[in-house]
């Protein structure tokens, strides 16, 4: 009983810091320029699959990374954008299949720095595409066996990505899906 309690406990605070931060930023109307500061994308994308290593080895992903030579360097809120990029890494760990490969891939173009979390499992069913980035949207589907989640995960993505004046998309098909967005670079 103390376990569920703890659990329950976690997945509200969860909650409670996730609505906390989507009403400061529709609060701010995006994100101030004072919030923001130069970083490198590539030691965030790092830094955060540090994180998720435990889990990683549990369900025995392959984990690919492509990301240049040199540091691609942003300006952004770098708390923000790598809450972004836990989120969806958080996401790939858990709907990849057992033995799969994720792909984590940073490339410039055309101005913009884009970054790509790619997984192989259970693929977000058609129908329910147009709405994966909606407050509370969870699919009843397989994909959705995460009963910690409360649906505002990709909403907070969406919300952060488009505080910085940027976009983010997704693909779900044939046991593969990618979501990627874009930041301005930095020099």
């Not at 309690?5 to 400061?24: A, P």
């Not at 300006?75 to 890494?89: G, K, P, R």
């Not at 976009?167 to 967005?181: L, P, W």
Request: charged share 30%.
């Amino acid at each position: 009983y103390l376990q569920i309690v703890s659990d329950e406990t976690k997945r509200l605070s969860r909650l409670v810091r996730s609505m906390l931060d989507i009403s400061q930023l529709q609060s701010e109307g995006g994100i101030p320029e004072e919030k923001k500061i130069h970083f490198d994308l590539e030691e965030c994308c790092g830094q955060v699959l540090i994180t998720f290593e435990k889990k990683i080895e549990d369900k025995q992903l392959n984990v690919e990374v492509d990301m240049p030579e040199h540091p691609v360097y942003t300006f952004a809120n770098e708390d923000y954008i790598t809450q972004v990029i836990y989120n969806l890494t958080d996401n790939a760990v858990k709907f990849a299949a057992p033995g799969s490969c994720i792909i984590v891939r940073l490339y410039k173009d055309e101005g913009k720095a884009y970054v790509s979390i790619k997984d192989y499992g259970e693929t977000i069913p058609p129908e329910d595409l147009p709405f994966i980035f909606d407050r509370f949207h969870k699919s009843d589907r397989s994909r959705s066996l995460d009963k910690d989640g409360v649906g505002l995960g990709l909403y907070l993505v969406k919300s952060i990505i488009n505080s910085h004046d940027e976009d983010i998309a997704v693909k779900s098909e044939d046991g593969m899906t990618e979501f990627v967005f874009t930041l301005p670079l930095a020099e």
